[in-house]
Structure formats: structure tokens, C-alpha cells
T-cell receptor, first 109, second 115 residues
Framework: QQPVQSPQAVILREGEDAVINCSSSKALYSVHWYRQKHGEAPVFLMILLKGGEQKGHEKISASFNEKKQQSSLYLTASQLSYSGTYFCGTDYAGNMLTFGGGTRLMVKP | DARVTQTPRHKVTEMGQEVTMRCQPILGHNTVFWYRQTMMQGLELLAYFRNRAPLDDSGMPKDRFSAEMPDATLATLKIQPSEPRDSAVYFC?????????????FGPGTRLTVL
């Protein structure tokens, strides 16, 4: 089952903050976050594992609420380079990812 | 700078023709994924391999799609016969680890157009 991302799109000014949410109807083993710029391949941002372990970039933060089966990606002091589509990928059984529909983020000067 | 490579980058073909896409995973990676991306369906997993063995291909239309890893440096995705609804960007990704506790490195993709 595909996770649900919200919002579907967001427009920010440079320096503003944003939160992107990813919700699942099933218990999650892990949540992955990727960013994709137009015409390019998705690029890894972060993994959040059941139990609290995280792997990812220092400047990106995220949370994983196992009880609510939700994850949130926090983008603070946004830069123009943050623009792109953000995907969460959810793992239900410890073997493969199901990606959400994406959140399109545009950062304007 | 290790990268996943995919060929061809673009392919235009006519309905009914065979299409073969190739992927060279990052050297040393033990897991390879094939994804398809369209505006309507988003990013879908078609198949994946670990240590060259197919682990799951439930996302792939079996009647026309096939995926193989003839050796550790090459993964292939074949469509025969191709149909207009197969038009999409096909990504290959590779990673090192077990389960999903690892970063997936995506290749640049093959943009397929079936007329």
C-alpha cells in the first residue's frame, strides 16, 4: 500500500521552514526519504529505522513515530537548492520500499 | 566517483518491438532494484535482486517484462512486446546491505517512449 504524503505541493521563500509528512496505514519497519530534481534521478536524504536509529545528512532532520506510522521531514532555513520533489519510501516487511506520491517543493528568492 | 550507469538514456520505439535496458550497479553493491516512474503511478518497484538472485518481481507484468542479472556488473530489464502504456522513465538503483537498511543509489534512468 502506497504511503500518503502531505502536502502535495508547497511554495516557500528562501529562509522559510517546511514540514513534509508521510503516513502509512500499516506498521512500518523503516522510512526512507529521497529528493528528486526535475529530469534527474532521486537522491538519498535519510533513513529512519524502527527503534530510533537514523542514517542521513547532518543538515536534514526527520522524525519517525512508530505508533502513528508516520514520518515527517523538516526543512529549515530553506535554500534555492532545496527545490524538488520529495518522496518517502516505506518498508513494511524489511525487504523493499513503496514510495509515496511525492511532495513538490519550490523555493523562491 | 562511483555511480550507477544505465543505457540507453533515451529510447523511442514502436509498439510491438523488443526493448532492452541495461544497468551497471556500483562495484561491490549486492542489491539491485528496477523502478518505473510515470506521472500517474509515481515511482513503482518492478523487481529487485540480491547477490544476483531475484527476490521479488511482483510489481512487474510477467507476460511481457523480464529482469535478469547475468553477472554482478550487469542487470537487464526487457520488455517484449512493448506497448504505449510502457512509456515511462525506468530507473535502476543499487545498494549494499540487507533488508532496506541502506541507501539506494539511483542511476540516471532510461526514458522510454513507445509509439
Amino acid at each position: 500500500q502506497q504511503p500518503v504524503q502531505s502536502p502535495q505541493a508547497v511554495i516557500l521563500r528562501e529562509g522559510e521552514d517546511a514540514v513534509i509528512n508521510c503516513s502509512s496505514s500499516k506498521a512500518l519497519y523503516s522510512v526512507h526519504w529521497y529528493r528528486q530534481k526535475h529530469g534527474e534521478a532521486p537522491v538519498f536524504l535519510m533513513i529512519l529505522l524502527k527503534g530510533g536509529e537514523q542514517k542521513g545528512h547532518e543538515k536534514i532532520s526527520a522524525s519517525f513515530n512508530e505508533k502513528k506510522q508516520q514520518s515527517s521531514l523538516y526543512l529549515t532555513a530553506s535554500q534555492l537548492s532545496y527545490s524538488g520533489t520529495y518522496f518517502c519510501g516505506t518498508d513494511y516487511a524489511g525487504n523493499m520500499l513503496t514510495f509515496g506520491g511525492g511532495t513538490r517543493l519550490m523555493v523562491k528568492p | 566517483d562511483a555511480r550507477v550507469t544505465q543505457t540507453p538514456r533515451h529510447k523511442v520505439t514502436e509498439m510491438g518491438q523488443e526493448v532492452t535496458m541495461r544497468c551497471q550497479p556500483i562495484l561491490g553493491h549486492n542489491t539491485v532494484f528496477w523502478y518505473r516512474q510515470t506521472m500517474m503511478q509515481g515511482l513503482e518497484l518492478l523487481a529487485y535482486f540480491r547477490n544476483r538472485a531475484p527476490l521479488d518481481d511482483s510489481g512487474m507484468p510477467k507476460d511481457r517484462f523480464s529482469a535478469e542479472m547475468p553477472d554482478a556488473t550487469l542487470a537487464t530489464l526487457k520488455i517484449q512486446p512493448s506497448e504505449p502504456r510502457d512509456s515511462a522513465v525506468y530507473f535502476c538503483a543499487s545498494g549494499l546491505g540487507t533488508g532496506t537498511k541502506f541507501e539506494q543509489f539511483f542511476g540516471p534512468g532510461t526514458r522510454l517512449t513507445v509509439l
